[in-house]
Every structure is written in structure tokens, then in C-alpha cells.
């Protein structure tokens, strides 16, 4: 862990900084409520904002304490205690499994937001590219403190562990990733199949060896296959970038292939008992999704 001085000393930090800083300490002041406002809405875009913001009390504490770092970045005295403040929110949010990236994106959209509202700000008490240098710098010390937490700690759990361990460790990683790799390329090989599979059933429409309405049928329930396997590709892209899996894609492609058996059983006569068992679970899949959605969308307090 780095001291104060030597973080200031890397980060060329000079005494204007502070003076700086101060200097802009109302400018933080007036801009605190409009950049939580704003940083809250910029959030709500992420996936996974309502699971580290569950409930309306956890995002009011976080909203104050967010506002008060705001006002800090500027008013406060860039000392021991304010670098012991960013060790404990770094802290915090490696006990809550924050990922870094949500961190280091918000400093990004921070970053722009004082950029945009110093441009257009009529009395600013020192120059525009001085006042720039000295935020640019509070705010890389400090998305360098709280992402450093991140890095402790895997670095420790990797460091606890034994040679054999660390071994085990990195050979099921490797392997976890060639899994997910070889799931994406079946998937991938699957589509492309299905694809020639839909032509197929096209030609045979064209050339009359089957009939329209069949055809039409059969290459909906195609299609609809081949949505699903569209889906799960997405997913399992979207899981191999780091996202946590999602349980409605699987229900969704549930649906996909429970609707195709249902077009295809529609042109047998004399099916009907099927077809009722395959309408219940339909309805049941169906609700399945709604209620997941439902959920997802009660615990995101931003929507
Ligand atoms: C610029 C980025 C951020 C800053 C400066 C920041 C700042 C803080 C601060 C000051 C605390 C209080 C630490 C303490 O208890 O001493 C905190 C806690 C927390 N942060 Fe952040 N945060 C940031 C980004 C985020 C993001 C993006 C999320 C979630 C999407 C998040 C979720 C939380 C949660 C859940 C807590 C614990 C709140 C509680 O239960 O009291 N933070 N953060």
C-alpha cells in the first residue's frame, strides 16, 4: 500500500493542485446534485446496477456518501485520512463483489461531467486547462486507490494459495475458457446448419414436393430454432466477456422449441391431447419469463 506522499509524488502532484482544488471547492458544491442525478441515470444502463443497489435504502446511503466524496474531490485536504477514505471504498466495494469496471466507468462519466460543466461555467476562479490538470489527477489517484483494492485481493487469494493450488487454479481457468469456447463454436456450427436446413425446406416448397402450408410451417419452427440458438450465442458471448448467466434466455429458447413442436404437431389430425399438454406448458414457460422479468425489473430501482 502506497503512502499519501508517495502517491502525490507519482502522480506529480504540486502544492497549485491543492490550491486548485480549493479554489473550485463551491463549483463541487452547486454540482453535486445535478452529477448524482445524472451518474444514477448513466447507471441504470448497466445490467447488473440492481443487484449491487438493491432497495431504495442501500441507494439513498450510497447517494449521500456519493455526494460527499463529490464535494471532498475539491474541498478536501488531500491528506492520510482523505487516502484512508479511499482505501475503505475500495474496500467496500470488493466486499460487495462491485465489479471494477462499474468503478472505473463512473469515474469516466465523472470525469466528463466536470469537463462539460467547468467549459461552461462563467466565473471560474482559476483557468480553464489548470483546473482540468488538477482534476484529472484527484480523480486518476483516486479510481487508482479504489480499483487497487481489487487488485489486493486477488492478488492475496492468489498469493494464500500453494503451488499446487495456484496450478490447479490457473489450469481450470484455462480449461473453463476453452469450454466456453467450444460451446460458442457448436452453437455457431448449429446455426449454420439449421441455415442450410431452412433452404432446404425452402427448395422443397419451390420444387412442390411439399405443400405451401406445410412448408410455411415447418420454416417458421426453423427459424423460430434458430432464434433460440441466436439467443444462447448471445448469452454465451455476453458470459465469456465476464456478465453473470441469465436464467431467461433458457426459458425464452424453452418457448422457441415447445412453440415449434406445437406447429409442427397442428398439421398431424388427431393430436389434440398433445397439443393441450403442450399449450399448458406454454402458458407455464410463459409465466415463468413474466415473473422473472417482473422480478428483474422490481429490484432495479432506476427503471
Ligand atoms: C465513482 C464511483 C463510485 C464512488 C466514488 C463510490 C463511493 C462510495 C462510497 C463513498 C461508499 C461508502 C463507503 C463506506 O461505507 O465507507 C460506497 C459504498 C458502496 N458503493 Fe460505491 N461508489 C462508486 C461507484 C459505485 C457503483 C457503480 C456501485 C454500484 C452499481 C456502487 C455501490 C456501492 C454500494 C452498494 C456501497 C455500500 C453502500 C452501503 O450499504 O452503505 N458504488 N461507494
Do not use: C
Not at 460451446?183 to 455457431?188: D, L, S, T, V, Y
Not at 444462447?232 to 434466455?249: D, T
Not at 389434440?272 to 407455464?284: C, K
Amino acid at each position: 500500500m502506497e503512502t499519501i506522499e508517495q502517491l502525490k509524488v507519482h502522480y506529480q502532484w504540486r502544492l497549485e493542485e491543492e490550491e486548485n482544488l480549493r479554489k473550485l471547492s463551491e463549483f463541487g458544491a452547486k454540482y453535486q446534485q445535478e452529477w448524482i442525478g445524472r451518474l444514477y441515470s448513466y447507471l441504470a444502463n448497466f445490467p447488473d446496477t440492481s443487484k449491487y443497489l438493491p432497495n431504495e435504502q442501500v441507494r439513498e446511503r450510497h447517494n449521500d456518501k456519493l455526494k460527499k466524496w463529490f464535494v471532498a474531490l475539491f474541498a478536501a485536504a488531500h491528506d492520510a485520512e482523505y487516502l484512508r477514505r479511499l482505501y475503505r471504498i475500495g474496500e467496500v466495494h470488493v466486499q460487495i463483489g462491485l465489479p471494477p469496471h462499474y468503478v472505473s466507468a463512473s469515474m469516466n462519466f465523472t470525469r466528463q461531467f466536470i469537463y462539460d460543466k467547468l467549459a461552461h461555467e462563467p466565473n471560474l476562479p482559476i483557468a480553464l486547462d489548470q483546473a482540468v490538470a488538477s482534476v484529472n489527477k484527484i480523480l486518476d489517484l483516486n479510481l487508482d486507490v479504489m480499483t487497487g483494492s481489487f487488485r489486493e485481493e486477488e492478488l492475496k487469494f492468489y498469493l494464500a494459495s500453494g503451488r499446487i493450488q495456484r496450478f490447479m487454479i490457473e489450469t481450470m481457468r484455462r480449461g473453463l475458457w476453452l469450454v466456453d469456447l467450444f460451446i460458442i463454436a457448436a452453437f455457431a456450427v448449429a446455426g449454420l446448419f439449421l441455415m442450410l436446413w431452412i433452404g432446404y425446406e425452402m427448395v422443397l416448397v419451390a420444387t412442390g414436393k411439399t405443400t405451401l402450408e406445410h412448408g410455411a410451417i415447418m420454416i417458421m419452427g426453423s427459424v423460430l430454432i434458430l432464434y433460440a440458438i441466436s439467443e444462447l450465442l448471445n448469452e454465451e458471448i455476453r458470459h465469456l466477456r465476464g456478465a453473470a448467466l441469465g436464467l431467461k434466455v433458457f426459458i425464452a429458447v424453452a418457448l422457441a422449441a415447445v412453440i415449434r413442436k406445437i406447429l409442427i404437431l397442428s398439421l398431424e389430425p388427431g393430436r389434440t391431447t398433445e397439443l393441450i399438454v403442450l399449450a399448458g406448458l406454454t402458458i407455464s414457460l410463459a409465466a415463468t419469463h413474466w415473473l422473472i422479468i417482473h422480478a428483474e425489473n422490481k429490484t432495479a430501482p432506476f427503471k
